[in-house]
């Protein structure tokens, strides 16, 4: 039975509408606190007139049942939970009956960093008999994969290992953390694969390597696995010593990506390093430097400008390059940076205007999303 069937049960016998919804873990959080009950304070909270029961932990939300609590006695409260509880059970139970020995390891590995996770440790070193098990002693390039799958749908941890060594052509680790949230662990030697075919030409940059391999990945996944995904990928590291502090690094690299570059799937940490400082100034600051620098011509970043100024950008402020990339004349490229310095008063042809405006750029983005 899936949580969507035990949804449309509930919601059968209690006469009430049921939703299957998610809700940012710190308002979770929030709500456990205002319950005020240490004991139990993962199975259901208060959020005005409803009622919210736990389903399971994403990444950077908690699944819940959401219904109307007002009219839910005491007693049918804690039959939800009970009901709720006996599923996650049931899943767990199921999870374990038919798992191979390679998937058991991995689930070990899981449920330790896990809970390392939970009590806010990031630096603790992986036990040396989890490490051994899972080979965590060499060099591996670490990925975190997350699946923007439907809620009801289930991926196989034999599948998905089985599609990964095909594509790496190599044996990986396949860690499968939070639900839709999976770590990938691959042999560093990937970087180095090939480089004798390339003998004469122009050395990659290890940067250049891993971009490349998380591109090709990411269309694998696209085009043979459950749909879309996001994809972060970090340098190698040794994982037995600092598995933790990757996953960490990890997820707020996909956070930093999917906030200020929407529509990027694929999310490279060391291209996320002025992203990650902007992150970290408060809202009331950005806000104030959007309005010091835009100077109420917000109306001026339409679409079309704001394509043209990334470009212009991200190939180093050249203005024919800028030009064939967009597919349009240069003068049409100088037409449009003229129309706006004299929209805005600012010239993005000279390098204290274009760092203004480039970090402007950041911050609108996010903050005209909320």
Known sequence: MSW????????????????????PVSDWQQLVADEGNPEDPCRSAV??????????????????????????????????????????????KQRGSYLSEDERKSQQLRDWLLLQLERGTSHAEVPDVLASQSSLYTNKIPLLLYGDYPQNQRVSYTELKRLLESFFEAEIILIPLLEKEWLILAPEALLTSGSEEREGDEEESVETTLEALG??????????????????????????????ATIVKLRETIMLGRSFHVGNFIHLRWELRLEKLMHLIDEEEKSEFLE??????????????????????????NVSETAKKLYIHRNTLLYRLDKFKNETGLDVRTFNHAVLVRLALLLYKVTKRK
């Open 4 to 23: 969507e069937q035990v949804r449309e049960r509930l919601e059968a016998v209690l006469q009430l509408q049921v939703h299957l919804t998610s809700i």
């Open 292 to 317: 010091q620098v835009l100077r109420g011509t917000d109306h001026a970043l339409d679409a079309e400008t704001v394509t043209t100024l990334e470009q212009f950008f991200a190939l180093d402020c």
């Open 47 to 92: 959020r005005g007139t409803e009622l919210l029961f736990y389903v399971s932990k994403e990444p950077n939300d908690i699944r819940v049942m959401q219904m109307e609590g007002s009219r839910l006695t005491e007693s049918e409260r804690k039959l939800v939970e009970l009901a709720i509880e006996s599923k996650q059970s049931l899943e767990k």
């Open 215 to 244: 591109a090709g990945l990411y269309e694998m996944l696209a085009n043979e696995w459950v749909g879309e995904c996001h994809l972060a990928i970090d340098f190698p590291v040794k994982p037995a010593k600092s598995l933790l």
